[in-house]
């Protein structure tokens, strides 16, 4: 995950097959971040270039998706921000975006809920995606909602990463802009790192789908 | 004549005839003729303005029209901006749709669906349109994004980047009455790096051209041409270099 492995211009078009007409109507439409055109000097003078793993990624997604949904609507799946503000638990139980147990774990720590609001929804997916994958004890998940409700709004819908490390079988749980720069003992053992833009793009399909 | 809107709730018209002034607010409509200055922030349904006027705020219409002068200090944004005159926005501007006889200057970026420029347009940062018909100049200090952009070209324009799916830039025809206006002998373009599709390109000197489909005409001279489908090239153009390449 090097941030600068960087793909130019005209190795993106060729690898991905696009034309510059859908790169510049994409950018236009916020589906590539303005900070992803990265300005480089080269021989033919000013170049753009792009961080590889991220723009590869995104153009993937949206010829997989873009045929089922507008721009508009795939703009607002990359946006980090959501237009669903909340539901409520019963409908997101029904439309199974999350089971009842990572709900009922939820509960357990945040009291009981008739509507969650979309952070909220977001932090039972990540729960319970980690649970099932079997990377996160109960307690750790508890540990998680507790992180996620009191730390998650002060990114302001900035993107950021969730990791756990786990040291002699005590876990710490946090939640960063960037895990990128950080180093622990050798002790130490990262469980994961979870970058919550993928997530909340999940979460976000599944959502718009079931609504359709 | 001093008049204040009402910042929040029902709001009702605000008319200046004459020399006014303003404290700015939420208002219906606004309606100007003579001089006015607003001073501070104005959200209105409709802003129309016979002469000059200042708003040394953020102006926020559903539709914006002036013949005249009309200067936001700040950002302006709303539904469409038709302007004969003059139009001086110092922060961003964000329209559906633009529509401009005479000279629009934007310290900021311009975002809009639709523009139609006669005369000048300025930005001093990224502009990007659906569709952009421009006849005249433009000046952008940035990249200019536009899924179709028509330029005929009257005095002298620049831009950084001139980007998107079909860019057509021809020589204004000496007919028009701004040719006769801008007195230049004809008009010509000059960016860094032109980007799209389909590129037809008239008097246009750059460093760089890239498309699908790229027509070189008459009065260019360009750096690097690279095409994938097709390289047209008119025998009066300069082309230093051309590839055709893969993607």
Known sequence: ?????????????????????????????????????????????????????????????IKNMKDGLSLDELADVFSP???????????????????????ALFEEVAGRQETLSFDDILTVYVLQKLLQGG?????????????????????????????????????????????????????????????????????????????? | MNINGNPNGTSGDLKMTGNGQSGGGAFRNVKIMGDAIIH??????????????????????????????????????GGSFR????????????????????????????????????????????????????????????????EQADFKLHGHSRLRELVGSRITVKKGSGMSLFGKLFMGPDGMLTAETIEGDTVELENTKAAVVRGRSVTIGAGCSIGLVEYKDELKQDPEAVVSQSAKTEW
């Not at chain 1, 503000?85 to 975006?97: D, F, K, T, V």
């Open chain 2, 83 to 146: 302007t004969q005159g003059e139009l001086r926005i110092g922060g961003d501007l964000s329209a559906q749709s633009v529509s401009i006889s005479g000279v629009m200057s934007v310290d900021g970026r311009v975002s809009a669906e639709k523009a139609k420029i006669t005369g000048e347009l300025r930005a001093n940062a990224d502009c990007q349109m659906e569709e952009l018909v421009v006849r005249g100049m433009v000046d952008v200090n940035g990249m200019l994004n536009a």
């Open chain 1, 81 to 103: 921000s959501s237009n669903i503000q909340s539901m409520s638990s019963a409908q997101l139980i029904e439309r199974n975006i999350v089971t009842s147990i990572s709900l």
């Open chain 1, 135 to 212: 990377d996160m004890t109960r307690d750790e998940g508890k540990m998680l909602i507790a992180v996620m409700r009191e730390h998650y709004g002060a990114f302001a819908s900035k993107p950021c990463e969730l990791a756990l490390v786990r040291k002699m079988g005590v876990p710490l749980l946090f939640l960063a802009e960037s895990a990128e720069q950080i180093y622990f003992d050798k002790d130490a053992k990262w469980i994961f790192r979870l970058p919550l833009a993928a997530s909340i793009e999940e979460l976000k399909l599944k959502l718009n789908e079931t609504e359709a």
């Open chain 2, 40 to 77: 501070a922030d104005t959200e209105c349904e409709m802003f129309k303005c016979l002469g000059n006027s200042e708003v040394k705020g953020v102006l926020q219409a559903g539709s914006v029209s002036c013949t005249g002068t009309l200067k936001v200090a700040g950002s302006a944004s």
């Open chain 1, 1 to 61: 995950m090097n941030e600068e492995d960087l793909i130019s211009k005209k190795e993106l078009l060729e690898l991905t097959g696009i034309s510059y007409g859908q790169l510049y109507r994409w950018k236009r439409k916020n589906l590539i971040p303005e900070e992803w055109f990265v300005r480089k000097s080269a021989f033919t003078g000013q170049e753009t270039f792009f961080p590889k793993d991220k723009i590869l990624q995104r153009i993937e997604r």
